[in-house]
Each structure stands twice: as structure tokens, then as C-alpha cells.
């Protein structure tokens, strides 16, 4: 008897419990809570965090995250209004706003990703193909006033006489809208469809935006044509500036020269004019012994060891070797 009565109590006990865990139930911060009763919500949703009372077995508890989520998209080939083929990939913001909508119309996250998907998506393909590849690529016009402040430098340059390297032409095309604006249009444009799932778009990025693979390879090519054209500007113009710069050295090279000649013409006459006085004065002195003198030098400058000379006994050149008393 005392055992069927331990038995009825830990049956007793173990409903209790089972009562117990299902009908209280925790809502965390971050969370929103709603509870159904055969599939239909019968009161607003909880959303604040606590501890509360349901009745087990007939009601069940719907959690929906109110964070800020995000959501990614898949990067897509889309043609541009002026028929660029660029692939783009967006990344957006959104949270639940209205839990019951969000619950009777989506269910759950998986279902409002598939909504988010569909919709942003064919939004983003809508704006970017209704507009220019500059309006999704380029938020403000001022780079177009960069260059434009490049072409006057460049002019300035050449009225001075100034080599210039690269010169810009073409004019470059202006922005009306610009990329933030385009992701505020996808986001007002998407945000409208969402409403009904009860969810709202925060925000929508562009997280990359790139040429299709054939148009990309092009921009390179052209790319690289553009820098050799310039590396050989350059080079042409590193060419006329080494022969400047060698027709300067040859000109001061030539000036140089041409004073150090003068001068030394100067010098040597200097030096000869003093020469030719100082053997006058000599000469006056002894004409005889000058005479002398200028024999031995020359004596000196044509008689070698092997050197032959015809010449008469009475040759004037040889009249100091000859015997005298």
C-alpha cells in the first residue's frame, strides 16, 4: 500500500512538472514573443523581456528576433542604361517592426529571406538599369572638378613652355544622382513591398560593384595602353631634355675652351715677347758668343749618334767645329 501511494506521488509530481515547463516560458532581450493557440495568435505580441504564463498543450510560444539584421545578396550581372554590364552586390539592414504580420505572413527568418531576396534584388536590378553606370559607381562630381582643375595646371604649363606628361581630353561625365542616392532609392523602393511581411529596410549598400569579366579585360587593355603612351611621352621628353642639357655642356664646354685658348695666347706671346728681348739684349751684348750659343743649340737638336751630313769644308754651319789657333 505504501508503494502505490510513492508511485502516485512521483506521478503527481512529474505532471506537476510537466505542467509546470509548459506553461512558463522566458522572452530574452533581443526577443519578441507571441503566443498562439492552434496555429492563430490570440494576444500582442510580448516584447518586453521577463518571465511569463502561458496554458501547456494548447498554446505554443512564436520567438521573433527585433535586432537589427542583415541580410546579403547574391552578386548579379545587371546592363546599366548606358549598356554596361557590371555585377553588383548589395548587402542591406532590416528588422521586424510588426511581429504579427511578420508571423502570419513569413513565419519565420528563412521565409523573410526569401521574401528579402526576391524583392531587393529585383529592385536593385530595376534602379541600376534605369540609370547611368556613373550613377552607381561615383557619389559626387568631385572628381570631374579635379580634372578640370588638372586641365588648367596643364594649360598653364604649356603657355610657359613647360614639357607636359600626360594631357587630359575628353570630358568626363557628370553625376546627377550618385550611389548613396541609388541605395536610398532601393531601400524606399523595397521598403514598400516589405511592409506587408511587417518588416522595414534600414539601409541598402553596394559592398562591391565591378565589371562584367569581357568589359573588365577591355578597361585593362585600354588602361595599358594609356600608360604606354605615357612612359613613352616621357621617355620622348627625357630624351629632348638630355640633349638640352648636352647642348648647354658643349656650349659652356666650347666657351671654356675657347677663353682658356685666348688666354694661353696671351701668355705665350707674353712669354715669346720676353724671349725675343732678352735674346736682343743678349746679343747686343756679344753678338759673337750668341752666335756661338745658337750653333751648339743647334749642334745639339740635328747631330745624332748616327746622324750624316755632305757637306763642304767650308760650310758656314760647321765653322765652330772646325780647328782654330
Do not use: C, H
Not at 568589359?215 to 594609356?226: A, F, P
Request: glycine share 6%; aromatic share 8%; charged share 30%.
Amino acid at each position: 500500500m505504501q508503494q502505490v501511494k510513492l508511485i502516485v506521488i512521483g506521478f503527481i509530481i512529474l505532471f506537476s512538472v510537466i505542467i509546470v515547463s509548459g506553461s512558463v516560458f522566458i522572452v530574452t532581450e533581443g526577443q519578441l514573443a507571441i503566443i498562439t493557440e492552434l496555429g492563430k495568435p490570440i494576444r500582442e505580441p510580448l516584447i518586453n523581456a521577463g518571465l511569463y504564463f502561458k496554458i501547456p498543450f494548447f498554446q505554443e510560444v512564436r520567438y521573433v528576433d527585433k535586432r537589427i539584421l542583415t541580410w546579403d545578396g547574391f552578386p548579379s550581372e545587371i546592363p546599366t542604361k548606358d549598356k554596361k554590364y557590371i555585377k553588383v552586390d548589395t548587402t542591406a539592414r532590416w528588422r521586424v517592426i510588426d511581429a504579427l504580420k511578420f508571423i502570419q505572413t513569413v513565419r519565420n527568418e528563412r521565409g523573410a529571406k526569401a521574401r528579402l531576396d526576391a524583392i531587393l534584388d529585383a529592385t536593385t536590378r530595376d534602379v541600376i538599369s534605369n540609370n547611368n553606370l556613373v550613377e552607381a559607381v561615383r557619389n559626387s562630381n568631385q572628381i570631374v572638378k579635379n580634372i578640370e582643375d588638372a586641365k588648367r595646371e596643364i594649360e598653364a604649363k604649356k603657355a610657359r613652355g613647360e614639357a607636359v606628361v600626360e594631357e587630359i581630353s575628353g570630358e568626363i561625365e557628370k553625376v546627377t544622382i550618385g550611389r548613396e542616392k541609388l541605395s536610398e532609392i532601393i531601400a524606399r523602393d523595397a521598403g514598400k513591398e516589405l511592409e506587408s511581411f511587417g518588416i522595414k529596410i534600414i539601409d541598402v549598400q553596394f559592398r562591391r560593384i565591378s565589371y562584367e569579366k569581357s568589359v573588365e579585360n577591355k578597361v585593362y587593355e585600354r588602361m595599358i595602353s594609356e600608360r604606354q603612351k605615357i612612359a613613352q611621352k616621357i621617355r620622348s621628353i627625357g630624351q629632348g631634355e638630355r640633349a638640352k642639357i648636352e647642348g648647354r655642356v658643349t656650349k659652356d664646354l666650347q666657351g671654356i675652351e675657347s677663353e682658356a685658348y685666348k688666354d694661353a695666347q696671351v701668355i705665350r706671346g707674353n712669354g715669346e715677347a720676353k724671349a725675343f728681348k732678352i735674346y736682343a739684349k743678349a746679343l747686343s751684348f756679344d753678338p759673337e758668343f750668341y752666335s756661338f750659343v745658337r750653333s751648339l743649340e743647334a749642334y745639339r737638336k740635328s747631330i745624332g749618334s748616327k746622324t750624316k751630313f755632305i757637306l763642304s769644308q767650308d760650310a758656314e754651319f760647321l765653322r765652330y767645329l772646325k780647328r782654330t789657333k
